[in-house]
């Protein structure tokens, strides 16, 4: 940027004083033109009525370079030979000029030969010595120069404090990270702005609190699991303690605690099978979907409810559209059903019913369970597929649940690109509707 400007300007000045030299050069050799011979005293009386302007010193020679003419009083060359450049190339016949800036000065030389008939008679050489133009040139330099110190400066203050900025967004940025990988989930990336780094703390925070609420529901999952585990364990072990320490105890009174004993290991065991379908899920180890019948698995989980249904004194109804098929596994949609009827079953009174139907739609297979048992709190509702949620906790123990059958369908419903919600309905009871994809010919798009 510094130089360019002062190229430039070198430039504009040599042209200048090309076209001042030759014309300088040209007012000389005008006026001794007309001579035939050139001498000191016709030379001398040719040239006094040209004015000196635009060179430092002037010198006119015969052809063979010795001075007949020298402008500069101290050190006059007249009568000796010069040999310069220049003059030198105006004596072949040629015309010279050279410039050039040094020490804080523009020296500059031009020359042309002086002819009579075509013959070379002398020499007019021009010399100028400029300071004021190379002063200016200096200023412009020295300008340039400190315009450019202080844009370096300014520059050189801009990115530090921009580095500055940016090494302390980067800190906390690291900061935060190294705080989450240490295990505080509640730290953050607290940044303003609206650049990259702001744009990267928002997806690192909102990476957080998913974050956070994954090790929350984990802990709570392990908390409910190890409860749910411990309530059945630490039956078995009060009731085998119990029989240890009454050696006594009679066959019928033994019988009934084994019997006691052998319910709450049942427990353990539909609690670790449950645990276990709900870590496959998780894990998204689930077998690939393929075209699944629904009357068919409807039938059986009918076969299979029945007896459950005819224990409570419950009427059991199910009902399916012909050809209904849905996008899934068998085992998947048995359990769906099975899970919810089992639930309405459970929680329902004696002379209740439970209805059990699959109607096709446009792209979706709906099935609903109602029923007209003891329904469900407003206030429960949203949290009813939540995994250990429970309405009624004692009563739900005292039916055997585990609270993880609810959990299970949700999952499964929503893996395999369903839908499932609960309501109460007006008439009393509770109903619960599941959507899955179905198709209407043979094969799995």
Known sequence: MNTYPL???QDLVFRAKRTTLLSS????NAAVAGLDELTEENVAQAVSAVEAEGFSRAIITDPYGQVLYD?????????????YNELVEALRGSSAMYSVY?????????????????QIIGGVYVYEY????????????????SISLGIAGLVVTLSMIFSRQLTWRLASLQGAIRGVREGAYNRRAVLSGHDEFTQIAGEFNDLVDRLQETESARRQFVSDASHELRTPLAAIRLLTDSILQNEGMEGETLREFVSDIGQEAERLSRITEDLLRLTRLDSGLADAPVRVEVEPVMERAGRMLRPVAQEKGVDLLTICDSGAAVIATEGELHQIIYNLGENAIKYNHRGG????RAETG?????ITVEDNGIGIPPEDLPNVFKRFYRVDKARSRAAGGTGLGLSIVSDTVSRRGGSIWAENVATGGSRFTVTLPSVEEEGCP
């Open 362 to 366: 446009e792209d979706a297979t709906v």
């Open 130 to 145: 400029d300071t004021q133009q190379a002063a200016l040139l200096e200023n412009l330099r020295n300008t340039l120069l």
């Open 71 to 83: 402008t500069r009083e101290a050190g006059n060359a007249a009568g000796r030979y010069v040999f």
């Open 7 to 9: 190229l430039v300007s």
């Open 102 to 118: 040094k020490e804080g000065a523009f020296h500059s030389s031009a020359a042309q030969p002086v002819l009579y008939r075509n």
């Open 353 to 356: 019913f439970v209805r059990i």
């Open 25 to 28: 050069v040209s007012a000389l």
